[in-house]
């Protein structure tokens, strides 16, 4: 059976638990507020703890990210795309070797294999 909204405040109340107005300009100023159940309830001092440490943490974690990782997302972001770094490297290898220099077999791979992508989907014309 569901409760009403004045049976679930009650055992709130019994619960030890601060009942909170449900317009928000009448709350107590920097209190925090949960909803049981469609009921308003301020925080208990386990639950501003609690939600201190987690705010904490994800504080942490922010600062952490942005001094030793957000460069990654940065520089991913700014890189020509793959696509590009790959047409530019075969470029490359194929003007060395019409130039008649000797490449290491690697490259001579990658660039077989580069060939054969671009064989098989020429570009149009």
């Known amino acids: 059976m569901l409760k009403t909204k004045e049976q679930i405040t009650e055992d709130l109340i019994a619960a ?6 449900d317009d928000p300009a009448a709350r107590t100023p920097n209190r925090r507020v949960s909803s049981i159940d469609g ?3 301020y925080f208990s001092a386990e639950e501003e703890t609690a939600r201190d440490a987690e705010e ?5 974690e922010q600062a952490d990210y942005l001094a030793n990782h957000k460069y990654k997302d940065d520089r991913r972001s700014s890189y020509p795309s793959l696509g590009d770094q790959l047409d530019s490297i075969w470029k490359e290898l194929n003007y060395r ?4 220099e000797d490449l290491v077999q690697d490259a001579d791979d990658m660039l077989g294999a580069v ?5 098989a989907h ?3 014309e």
Not at 56 to 60: G, K, L, N, R, Y
Not at 97 to 100: D, E, N, T
Not at 115 to 119: E, G
């Open 122 to 124: 020429p570009k149009p």
């Open 16 to 21: 030890g638990r601060e009942i909170a107005p």
């Open 97 to 100: 070797r019409l130039q008649g």
């Open 56 to 60: 904490a943490a994800v504080a942490a």
């Open 115 to 119: 060939l054969a992508v671009k064989s």
């Open 39 to 41: 009921v308003h309830c």
